[in-house]
């Protein structure tokens, strides 16, 4: 029971220390982690069918033109209406072009920064020197991640650090489970009003019409 009682606090004296030197990292542990939410939420812009139409018919007036070696009035007509159609597309195309340039920008300054981040945070990692080495993996290091270990052990969810990072990874497991429920639930019932709305927009016409 005493060795029991004595590893424990063995383990939670390891992770002190673990901690104290992690937390001299705290803003950069909280950056990285801004930084990978930041390039999880970026999307590459989406290739819209418009955009196509739009390169066919810029196509189209280059063929035309590059073709006509004696214009008559009818192809200065055809070559008019052909622009006035390509028009609509000029913007959503330009929109394209720029989204996907500035999309391209973001994600690469994204990936550089958290390359460097990552660099800088694993040589701190490594200068640990308060045991033979860091009681947790470099991707278990940063000071919450620490701190909830460290909890897990004094509750007895956990007897070692193994069983708390197993702990952890349960719970966050069943946290993204129910955050995907609660999700699932939202546009469950958005479908819900949305047919209940067309239902009784549907009805309020039905009935005016019968008033008529």
Not at 137 to 154: H, T
Request: with cysteine.
């Amino acid at each position: 029971m005493n060795d029991s009682i004595s590893e424990k606090e063995n383990i939670l004296s390891s992770l002190d220390d673990a901690l104290s030197h992690s937390k001299i990292k705290k803003s950069e542990y909280i950056k990285l982690d801004e930084l990978n939410k930041h390039k999880s939420e970026l999307h590459p812009p989406k290739f819209s069918p418009r955009l196509a139409i739009g390169i066919i018919l810029a196509i189209l007036i280059g063929i035309v033109t590059g073709q006509s070696t004696n214009p008559n009035p009818g192809y200065y007509i055809t070559w008019i209406v052909m622009c006035l159609c390509v028009i609509p597309f000029i913007f959503p195309t330009v929109w394209y072009a720029i989204s996907k340039s500035n999309y391209k920008t973001d994600f690469e300054q994204t990936e550089k920064s958290i390359s460097t981040l990552t660099n800088n945070l694993m040589n701190h990692y490594a200068s640990y020197t308060n045991s033979i080495q860091f009681p947790v993996g470099f991707e278990y290091s940063s000071p919450d991640i620490l701190s909830e270990l460290k909890s897990l052990i004094p509750s007895g969810r956990a007897d070692n650090v193994k069983e708390a990072i197993n702990c952890l990874e349960d719970d966050i497991h069943k946290w993204k489970m129910l955050e995907t429920q609660k999700q699932i639930v939202k546009n469950t019932k958005e479908a819900a009003n949305a047919a209940t709305a067309n239902a009784l927009f549907s009805a309020g016409i039905y009935l005016n019409t019968r008033k008529k």
